[in-house]
């Protein structure tokens, strides 16, 4: 066992868990919020989400899309979007959570080391797991 996620992260990925990961959708969307790794360009969903439905994640880690990889993408937003996006990835200079309208963005602090934040929704509500413990952290 680990000791930590982050040991676990340092350990090359096994080939069963990552055909795990490659056979999973790479986003949710429950009709209310979509939910993507990295977040979308401001613009209509639809186009972005088909593109999504298309890819395969590679045999090789060469290509991910950009609702996958973009840290720029952490406060993109569209007022105009049907649904809210909801996704982490990016360190947000001490904030836990980021709002906009139709956008909801989770700081990524397991890998600085400040455990794993989740959004309860519709609530939303924050909760951060670390060291053990399971708390609510108070939104700014």
């Not at 959708?25 to 639809?46: K, N, T």
């Not at 090789?60 to 569209?78: C, G, V, W, Y």
Request: net charge positive; glycine share 6%.
């Amino acid at each position: 066992m680990f000791a930590s996620p982050r040991d676990y992260v340092r350990e090359p990925l096994q080939l069963a868990h990552y055909r795990f990961l490659a056979s999973m959708p790479w986003y949710y969307d429950d009709g209310r919020y979509l939910c993507v790794h990295a977040g979308l360009h401001p613009g209509p969903i639809r186009p972005q989400r088909a593109s999504l439905q298309q890819k395969a994640l590679p045999a090789e880690k060469l290509f991910l899309p950009n609702a996958l990889r973009e840290k720029r993408l952490a406060k993109a937003h569209d007022p105009n979007w049907e649904r809210v996006v909801v996704s982490s990835h990016t360190y947000l200079d001490g904030q836990t959570v980021w709002f906009a309208p139709q956008r909801i963005c989770v700081s990524a602090t397991s890998d600085h080391g400040s455990g794993l934040l989740g959004v309860m929704l519709p609530e939303q509500r924050c909760w951060r797991a670390a060291d053990g413990q399971v708390m609510e952290v108070p939104l700014e």
